[in-house]
């Protein structure tokens, strides 16, 4: 393996900002996309966080520390894995699965907060708070909150709760309260609502743990940088094992963050082509779905410019996806800019075709992907098909599938 | 000199408080809002905040977030707000009127169209609560061309680097927001509030309103003792819910509960020095 554990991660981020891009510039943003639109109370906690986090990635004892949990706690690295037997079956590229889905809490959500929590600890905070559309950031919380004793408070969608029970029950199990937030749509983006008002009222005690790539600066960065020991280390494993970089990357795409965390250290890699894949719902052609880059138009939502749904009045519309973690109106902001600047390409795969897909992968290679996931490896699936056999195509298998055995079910008719 | 200024030159010369009410536009439906502003101009309003719906009021309160659904369920776009600011204004030339709400809105209108709109309208300024003033510079310079305020919030957690700044950016009055927390929340702990008024009066030329945790005519009248405005909006706002079935008697009832905490600003205002306040 050539990721080192010793190898620091400040040292990392420092060059990764140097060798791909000076994005974000010093109020967060990336083109005309990102900033920070907050009301006027949380900008001075923005700034604390900013100047924390900035110190933390400089630190080597926070490195240390951050270091150790992604090894000893996460399981980091995660391993790359051919799919042959799934490759076969397409007959045509070769496809690597980063195996997200082994780490902790079975997905990549914890990268993320494992660096958040230790950094609330090192501010003094005693509570944090979550938004979680999934239930995956929410477990990744409260299990870092459990480890280090802190308090800790998950908003969800009453929608969202209904269709994951399951990590409802394990983020109670971990100590945390799960409150189910009846506004709007009733999904994450109203869980995100009420978590920024959670935070705007208690403030000078609590930690916001973001789990996406969007949001006020400093989240964007930071999250961002948190999830980028995804495509470290993947693009290491990916050299060593074929002696080359991958023709292409693929990611779903949500809010961002699995993908972010994946594409960002092959940004200065031309050769490499980025697909970032959204939900389509129905289809997109339906006004069911959740792919702002591929459907929606720049706005301002949750403290960022970025792609959204919306509608010509500027409000924000429903989104509908079968994977709850894709069902956000918006997108990290610095997606928006890979989208603009021609760097990534942008696709969207419907409820249907993921679940092929999620079929698909369970059949030929025992591993049961999360829905989110699936929309990866049905657009993988699809490209690879078209592509010579000595190609090689890496997709981020963000997270592991039994968090969605009721939806599948349900889907196919059955209660379980 | 602007509308909202003009009014507060004159507020200042009588040695009077300004009472600054907040309704939803369009809440509980669009017919009801120009005549309730013109009731609240009646029982004692100096200057009215219209809310323009949004569906993702992060900085509000359950009360205020109920009343943006009931006015989006009806409608209620940016281009019908700024209808009934035009609707308001041929029957009144001298209250001035701000927007409040969240910019996505505005952006999806365009701010030179925004503004243009807003001007023919005779809007006089508007505070975009997701607007600090390190963003935005292009629909700051098109509303200042176009002389409408822009009104910014400062909080608890405001630096006086923080003051400094928005006082260079703001124009017609600031807007405290007493507590920390969203609409509609909180109790008031008066003697921090006094400080950071204080604070901010000896970084910003303009006047000064207080809102968030203003209910009733006793709290109305404690932060009549400190600020140039008492702000109030969801305790108005948890009103005209209860009236959401018989929005006829709306107007009334508002105008009631305004007089009642007119009334305890003026005896505020008669107790203090009648030299200039404002100073």
């Known amino acids: ?416 | 000199m602007s509308r909202i200024a003009r009014r507060f030159e004159q507020l200042r010369d009588r040695g009077r408080t300004a009472l600054i009410p907040f309704v939803t536009a369009g809440d509980p439906r669009p017919e009801v809002t120009v005549p309730l502003m013109h009731s609240m101009v009646a029982a004692g309003a100096d200057l009215i905040e219209l809310g323009v719906p949004f569906s993702d009021p992060m900085a509000d309160g359950p009360v205020i977030q109920r009343a943006s659904e009931r006015a989006l369920a009806k409608g209620t776009s940016l281009a019908e707000v700024l209808r009934m600011v035009e609707g308001f204004r041929e029957q009144d030339a001298d209250t001035p009127i701000i927007l409040m709400g969240y910019l996505n809105p505005i952006e999806a209108m365009g701010a030179a169209a925004f503004c243009r709109q807003a001007r023919s309208a005779g809007l006089d300024g508007a505070l975009i609560v997701d607007l600090p003033p390190e963003e935005g510079r292009g629909l700051v310079e098109t509303m200042r061309s176009s002389k409408l305020d822009l009104v910014y919030l400062l909080a608890p957690t405001s630096t006086e680097t923080r003051i400094e700044l928005v006082g260079k950016v703001a124009s017609g009055f600031v807007y405290y927001v007493s507590v920390k927390g969203v609409t509609g929340a909180g109790h008031l702990d008066m003697d921090a509030v006094a400080e950071k008024v204080g604070l901010i009066k000896s970084f910003i030329p303009l006047p000064v309103g207080v809102g968030f945790g203003i209910k009733d005519a006793a709290s109305a009248a404690r932060v009549a003792q400190i600020a140039d405005a008492v702000i109030v909006g969801s305790a108005i706002v948890g009103r005209v819910e209860s009236l959401a079935e018989t929005p006829e008697r709306i107007p009334d009832v508002i105008a009631d509960f305004l007089a009642g905490l007119r009334g305890a600003i003026d005896a505020v205002d008669a107790a203090s020095s009648p030299t200039p306040r404002l100073d």
């Open chain 1, 1 to 416: 393996m050539a990721t080192s554990a010793d190898d620091s991660h400040a040292k990392r981020v420092r060059s990764d900002r140097d060798g791909v891009y000076a994005l974000p510039d010093g109020q967060g943003h990336f083109g005309p996309y990102g900033g920070l639109f907050v009301p006027e109370t949380l900008m001075h906690p923005l700034e604390e966080l900013r100047a924390a986090y900035e110190a933390s990635i400089a630190d080597p004892g926070f490195q240390a520390e951050m270091d150790a949990d992604l090894r000893d706690y996460v399981g980091r690295p995660s391993a790359l894995y051919h799919a042959e037997r799934w490759s076969r079956e397409l007959g045509g590229a070769q496809l690597f699965l980063k195996r997200e889905d082994l780490n902790h809490t079975g997905a990549h959500k914890v990268n993320n907060t494992i660096g958040q929590a230790l950094l609330a600890r090192r501010m003094g905070k005693t509570r944090l708070i979550a938004e979680t559309g999934a239930g995956q950031h929410g477990v990744a919380t409260a299990t870092v909150a459990a480890r280090l004793g802190l308090e800790c408070v998950v908003y969800m969608g009453e929608v969202d709760i209904a269709r994951q029970e399951a990590n409802v029950y394990r983020m109670r199990l971990l100590g945390a309260e799960v409150i189910s937030v009846k506004s709007g749509s009733r999904t994450l983006k109203d869980a995100l609502n009420e978590a920024m008002r959670d935070w705007v009222t208690n403030v000078d005690d609590t930690f916001y743990i973001i789990g996406t790539v969007a949001g006020p600066h400093p989240y964007p960065a930071m999250v961002r940088d948190f999830q980028s020991v995804i495509g470290r280390e993947a693009r290491a494993q990916m050299l060593e094992r074929t002696g080359r970089l991958p023709d292409l990357l693929v990611a779903c795409v949500g809010g961002g963050s699995n993908a972010i965390g994946l594409f960002y250290p092959f940004l200065a890699d031309h050769e490499v082509a980025i697909h970032g894949v959204e939900a389509a719902g129905d289809g997109l052609q339906t006004d069911r779905h959740a792919a702002p880059l591929c459907a929606g138009r720049p706005g301002v939502l949750h403290g960022n410019r970025t792609y959204l749904m919306q509608d010509a009045n500027g409000q924000i519309t429903e989104t509908h996806s079968i994977s709850a973690g894709l069902d956000y109106p918006g997108v990290g902001p610095e997606h928006a800019w890979l989208k603009d600047s021609g760097r990534a390409h942008y696709a969207a795969v419907t409820d249907e075709e993921a679940l092929h897909a999620f079929h698909q992968l369970t059949r030929t290679e025992g591993i049961i992907p999360a829905l989110e996931s699936s929309h990866a490896l049905a657009y993988a699936g699809r490209l690879a098909s078209t592509m010579d056999r000595d190609r090689t195509i890496l997709v981020n298998l963000s997270g592991r599938g039994d968090k969605d055995m009721h939806t599948v079910a349900r889907h196919e008719g059955l209660v379980l």
